[in-house]
Every structure is written in C-alpha cells, then in structure tokens.
Nanobody, 120 residues
Framework: QVQLVESGGGLVQPGGSLRLSCAAS????????MGWYRQAPGKQRELVAS???????NYADSVKGRFTISRDNAKNTVNLQMNSLKPEDTAVYYC??????????????WGQGTQVTVSS
C-alpha cells in the first residue's frame, strides 16, 4: 500500500507565495517520476510540473518562471514552490507519483489534493 500525503495549501493574495509538499510512504521499491497536477472548478486536471528520478523538470507554460519543483529521492518527497501567484492558479493541487512496489511495472498514485486559493 502506497500513500501520497500533501500539505501546504491555503489562501494567499495575488503576488504571494506558497510551498506545497508531498511525501510518499508505504511499500516502495522505486519511484520514477513525481509531479504536481491541478484541477480548477469546471476544468480538467492539468499537469503543473513533473520531475523524473534523474533529469530535468518539466513545467506547464503557465507556471514557467514562477513555480519550482524539487525532489528528495532519499526521503521520497516532492515539493512545489509557487511564487508570484495569480488568481488563475486557484485550484486543487494533487501530488502524483509513478511508483514501483515490487517487480511489476510502475503505476501512478495520487494524493488526496490540497486547495490553493489566490484571492485578495
């Protein structure tokens, strides 16, 4: 059993910053990519940022230059530093990980989501 637990959401004014954290726990053999998705009301879930176990991060165009994803492979954690937040960043943010629990191929796991609201 694998769990992804997010923290760090909340209410922030436009131009402000928030840091989201996600920790994976359970029976973990290895973790491939980890990342963050978001879903605003009435919209589809979209990729915000992702990072493979080795290599460069990938960002949605809408967050490039404002958000930074980081991973600690030893601790099975992924963080999202969000700066210069805009009202359009308001959404539920979900942590995602492609995780192997044994010899079988990796599958994706999701956190429960954390609300980020950007409003004055």
């Amino acid at each position: 059993q694998v769990q992804l637990v997010e923290s760090g959401g909340g209410l922030v004014q436009p131009g402000g910053s928030l840091r989201l954290s996600c920790a994976a726990s359970g029976t973990i053999f290895s973790i491939n990519a980890m990342g963050w998705y978001r879903q605003a009301p009435g919209k589809q879930r979209e990729l915000v940022a992702s990072m493979p176990s080795i290599g460069k991060a990938n960002y949605a165009d809408s967050v490039k230059g404002r958000f930074t994803i980081s991973r600690d492979n030893a601790k099975n954690t992924v963080n999202l530093q969000m700066n210069s937040l805009k009202p359009e960043d308001t959404a539920v943010y979900y942590c995602n990980g492609w995780i192997r629990t044994d010899w079988r191929p990796a599958r994706d796991y999701w956190g429960q989501g954390t609300q980020v609201t950007v409003s004055s």
